[in-house]
């Protein structure tokens, strides 16, 4: 079972800076996780994912489950050795997509009832069939399937989600075998605070070995998304990992690391990196623009990244209008590398008592909106 060990918090703010010690290596936090849904990060080796300073991938139960299949993974010895990955893996259960497939799916006590969107056939998920898939799978970190509200929604469908939530927190973790695996809770509540509050701290008190928090950043208003996280982060153990799931710009990076958040997983790096969008400290960079067009200058000063150590921001722009696959693999290694680096300079920040300082002048620097 991963055991996470809080090394530092910043006296001046609630950042905090650990340890979590996994089966497949240690995970220093805060740290960022790349999406590998299919059991890949998108266009890259594992070897240059983990050259780019990646410590920990987040693959998707639910689509492994859909493709290649739960049996050929486990004939293979499990996720790690399938995907050729060394490091530490949390998998999602799926809760999100299957969210996403409204016209789809079915969401009763028992569990969710949909149409597969690869063949059309009829798939069940429970709790205990989404646990007993992820124990094949092996991850390190495994999440129990839970009911996630896109924004905005009513109290009423909160509240169902909650509750529903809860009961297959408790029914995963009851149907658990691999103590190894470390199973955290999810806490939801749509965006009502006094159900987010609650289900905290009912949430707490099942005593889970972390926490995550899901349903946010999913529509609603940015302040919104801090408010509700500061409600619940203020409610979750000290000693206990923190996940906040599916975010990934930097600046709400910082503001999540800032209420507490020890762990964030998202898409973007890799997403925009595909379309010519570069992460950069002054925020984003369009390499598809002609102003780059006679610009040999690298995408960022000092990255040491191959596309930043290689190229210039001239060639990367060909490769995109060429369509050459070479500029997309580029940029979402240099995106990666970004966001190792950054929240690495975040944790030494906590470390040394500056973060607030750090903030200000990240913040200050990063021109661009989100």
């Not at 016209?103 to 998920?125: A, K, N, Q, Y």
């Not at 982060?233 to 599916?246: D, N, Q, S, V």
């Not at 490769?319 to 940029?331: D, H, S, T, V």
Request: glycine share 10%; aromatic share 8%; proline share 6%.
């Amino acid at each position: 079972m991963a055991r996470f060990t809080l090394i530092h918090v910043d006296r001046k703010t609630g950042a905090r800076a650990g340890l979590l010690d996994t089966p497949h290596g240690v995970v220093e936090t805060p740290a960022f996780m790349p999406v590998g849904t299919h059991g890949t990060v998108r266009a890259l080796t594992p070897e240059e994912v983990m050259g780019a300073g990646v410590q920990i991938v987040l693959a998707n139960t639910f689509h492994l489950m859909l493709r290649p299949g739960t049996d050929i993974i486990g004939r293979a010895g499990g996720l790690h050795r399938f995907m050729h990955w060394g490091g530490p893996i949390l998998t999602d259960s799926g809760g999100f997509q299957i969210f996403s497939l409204p016209h789809l799916r079915r969401v009763t006590e028992d569990g969710v009832l949909f149409r597969s969107p690869i063949e059309g056939s009829e798939v069940r998920l429970t709790p205990e069939r989404v646990t007993q898939i992820e124990e094949v799978l092996g991850a390190d970190i495994i999440m129990p399937l839970d009911v996630c509200l896109g924004f905005p929604a009513d109290r009423s469908a909160a509240a169902d989600a909650h509750r529903r939530t809860m009961a297959w927190a408790d029914r995963a973790r009851r149907a658990q075998q691999r103590q190894e695996q470390s199973l955290f809770a999810i806490v939801q509540g749509g965006f009502e605070p006094e159900l987010r509050r609650r289900a905290a701290d009912e949430m707490v008190a099942l005593d889970f070995p972390g926490y995550a928090v899901g349903g946010l950043s999913v529509g609603e208003p940015r302040a919104m998304t801090y408010d509700l996280l500061a409600e619940v982060t203020t409610r979750l153990p000290e000693g206990k990992p923190r996940y906040l799931m599916g975010v990934g710009v930097p600046p709400s990076v910082i503001e999540a690391v800032r209420l507490g958040v020890d762990m964030f997983d998202c898409v973007l790096p890799t997403r925009v990196g595909r379309t010519g969008v570069a992460l950069t400290s002054d925020g984003r960079l369009n390499l598809r623009n002609a102003a780059h067009a006679d610009d040999l200058a690298p995408v960022e000063d000092g990255c040491p990244c191959p596309a930043c150590r290689g190229y210039s921001r001239a060639y990367l722009r060909h490769l995109f209008k060429a369509a050459e696959m070479l500029g997309p693999r580029l940029l979402s290694l240099h995106n990666l590398t970004f966001m190792t680096r950054f929240v690495r300079a975040m944790r030494e920040a906590i470390l040394e008592d500056r973060f607030a300082s750090w903030t200000a002048e990240a913040l200050a620097r990063y021109r661009t909106a989100w």
